[in-house]
């Protein structure tokens, strides 16, 4: 069996991924990278590799040495962070793509996981209940780089025989580690003010709706995904995933069942346009029907579970 490598394993997504991925395949299987020098705490169970994914030859050398087979490409600019330095954003988010599929194309690879965002749709998606097959003109640098990126996964697949697999996440809410520059990280945030300083401003409106989902449901997703069998799915591009959908005011108001002096206060800024241009909820139904994908948390559990955690 080939090692599975996690490119971008510190950042959110990718440190829980590798600590889920080393329980059921074993710690030296799974090969954590990222462009920063130390090893986080959390993943020194396992070997550690510092992997700049800008750097094409030394990604491939590394993959072609290293007994690789399986990776998981989560190195990005996430979307409010991509918005201040587009230039750098696009190119880190597809030229790291193509080094990766170009390796499974070339027979190095067995099997890509690469995730896409709700960031793929625009002001002009029909925003409830948004369906896999729809209007998509994102308007932010990260959803443009997002949906490029699932055209070329498709086409790699289509052309060449890629196994490359791709969800759509939605806004990511975790207490193990640091949100890495979105526009849903006010939902990590408020944990941390509400338990800290039992108050918090919100850079949204009270009534903004998104889509989100607690990152144990996030990993389960995209493991499962992972496992099954290619000739279930239909989807090359990336599927659509839902968990939970809400507004800060309706999260203030379940954190304030379990801390009744907790205040928000809203001063929304530029990431209040991003938002608006987002879907509130997905219609996830081709995973649920290609992979039997169903979110195990709501809105309540979410929340006691990261008030508990925090």
């Given at each position: 069996?080939?090692?599975?490598?996690?490119?971008?394993?510190?950042?959110?997504?990718?440190?829980?991924?590798?600590?889920?991925?080393?329980?059921?395949?074993?710690?030296?299987?799974?090969?954590?990278?990222?462009?920063?020098?130390?090893?986080?705490?959390?993943?020194?169970?396992?070997?550690?590799?510092?992997?700049?994914?800008?750097n094409?030859?030394?990604?491939?050398?590394?993959?072609?040495?290293?007994?690789?087979?399986?990776?998981?490409?989560?190195?990005?600019?996430?979307?409010?962070?991509?918005?201040?330095?587009?230039?750098?954003a696009?190119?880190?988010?597809?030229?790291?793509?193509?080094?990766?599929?170009?390796?499974?194309?070339?027979?190095?690879l067995?099997?890509?996981?690469?995730?896409?965002?709700?960031?793929?749709?625009?002001?002009?998606?029909?925003n409830?209940?948004?369906?896999?097959?729809?209007?998509?003109?994102?308007?932010?640098?990260?959803?443009?780089?997002?949906?490029?990126?699932?055209?070329?996964?498709?086409?790699?697949?289509?052309?060449?025989?890629?196994?490359?697999?791709?969800?759509?996440y939605?806004?990511?809410?975790?207490?193990?580690?640091?949100?890495?520059?979105?526009?849903?990280?006010?939902?990590?945030?408020?944990?941390?003010?509400?338990?800290a300083?039992g108050?918090?401003?919100?850079?949204?409106?009270k009534?903004?709706?998104?889509?989100?989902?607690?990152?144990?449901?996030?990993?389960?997703?995209?493991?499962?995904?992972?496992?099954?069998?290619?000739?279930?799915?239909?989807?090359?591009?990336?599927?659509?995933?839902?968990?939970?959908?809400?507004?800060?005011?309706?999260?203030?108001?379940?954190?304030?069942?379990?801390?009744?002096?907790?205040?928000?206060?809203?001063?929304?800024?530029?990431?209040?346009?991003?938002?608006?241009?987002?879907?509130?909820s997905?219609?996830?139904?081709?995973?649920?029907?290609?992979?039997?994908?169903?979110?195990?948390y709501?809105?309540?559990?979410?929340?006691?579970?990261?008030?508990?955690?925090?």
């Amino acid at each position: 069996m080939g090692k599975t490598l996690i490119i971008g394993a510190a950042g959110q997504i990718g440190s829980e991924l590798t600590l889920a991925l080393r329980q059921k395949k074993g710690n030296e299987a799974v090969i954590a990278a990222d462009i920063k020098s130390e090893c986080p705490s959390l993943l020194i169970d396992g070997p550690y590799h510092r992997l700049d994914i800008m750097n094409r030859e030394e990604v491939r050398s590394f993959v072609q040495n290293n007994a690789i087979d399986e990776v998981y490409l989560l190195a990005a600019l996430l979307s409010a962070t991509a918005e201040k330095n587009p230039d750098f954003a696009w190119r880190l988010n597809m030229e790291g793509l193509f080094t990766i599929l170009d390796l499974a194309k070339e027979g190095f690879l067995q099997r890509i996981f690469w995730p896409s965002s709700i960031a793929v749709f625009g002001p002009t998606t029909p925003n409830e209940g948004t369906p896999q097959h729809t209007v998509m003109e994102p308007s932010t640098v990260y959803g443009i780089s997002k949906q490029a990126g699932e055209r070329w996964c498709e086409y790699y697949h289509n052309t060449f025989g890629v196994d490359v697999r791709s969800l759509r996440y939605p806004g990511l809410i975790s207490y193990k580690s640091p949100p890495g520059g979105g526009t849903t990280d006010y939902a990590v945030d408020i944990f941390y003010k509400a338990k800290a300083q039992g108050n918090y401003t919100c850079f949204l409106n009270k009534d903004t709706e998104l889509p989100m989902m607690f990152m144990d449901d996030a990993i389960r997703a995209t493991i499962t995904l992972m496992e099954a069998p290619k000739e279930n799915l239909r989807i090359w591009s990336s599927y659509n995933l839902s968990g939970i959908s809400f507004t800060p005011d309706q999260l203030a108001k379940e954190i304030q069942k379990h801390i009744p002096d907790f205040i928000i206060r809203y001063e929304p800024d530029f990431r209040q346009t991003i938002a608006d241009s987002w879907p509130n909820s997905i219609d996830d139904s081709y995973a649920s029907e290609d992979w039997n994908w169903k979110p195990a948390y709501n809105l309540s559990e979410l929340v006691s579970e990261m008030l508990h955690h925090i």
